[in-house]
């Protein structure tokens, strides 16, 4: 349902709205990783208030999810702009790893992973410059190698240089 705000005539919407995105976390996955990203304090100067960190974590999970550009996030989200800085800055971090690891673990321990069978799978980037290149048979390229449990779930990603073998980056 909404409602008008009483100091002002601005319209509060609640969750669930049907024009509100949906969460791509749980409270429970929220809680589980929101103590790893950085607080954002309002500057002392004054000025716009940084835009909270879940509702950027939740934007750009839905970006990353439905493959859509930053441009196309809709509005139920901080702006664009915000969530690709956000996005950058935690993965320049190392943040989204220690992500991965702990939900990862939180899934571990409920036997919500199936460590039976794995699957390896490893894809070849011709590339002619720049980091992780590397010479091999059939040129210069990147080795990008992702293990899965046997329902898909990704358990471990490498990126290297094409120049060792596969069975070294696994």
């Known amino acids: 349902p909404c409602k008008r705000s009483r100091d002002s005539e601005t319209l509060v919407v609640s969750a669930g709205s049907r024009t509100e995105p949906p969460t791509q ?3 429970e996955q929220w809680l589980l ?4 990203f950085p607080k954002y304090e309002p500057s002392p ?3 716009r208030p940084p835009a909270e ?5 939740e934007g750009i999970i839905w970006v990353l ?3 859509a550009r930053w441009k196309d996030l809709p509005n139920g989200f901080p702006s664009a702009t915000t969530c690709w800085r956000r996005f950058h800055e ?3 971090a190392g943040i989204w790893q220690q992500v991965w690891a702990r939900l990862l673990r939180m899934l571990d321990r409920r036997e919500q ?4 069978q794995a699957i390896a799978d490893e894809v070849f980037l011709g590339k002619k410059g720049g980091e992780l290149v590397g010479k091999t048979k059939r040129g210069k390229g990147t080795k990008i190698m992702l293990l899965v449990d046997a329902t898909g779930l990704p358990l471990a990603a490498n990126i290297h240089s094409a120049s060792p073998n ?5």
């Open 90 to 92: 935690w993965t320049t």
């Open 33 to 36: 990783i929101a103590n790893l």
């Open 25 to 27: 976390l749980t409270d």
């Open 53 to 57: 960190v879940r509702a950027c974590v």
């Open 166 to 170: 596969e069975v070294r980056l696994i």
């Open 65 to 67: 999810r439905t493959g």
């Open 113 to 116: 992973i199936d460590h039976e």
């Open 45 to 47: 100067l004054g000025g």
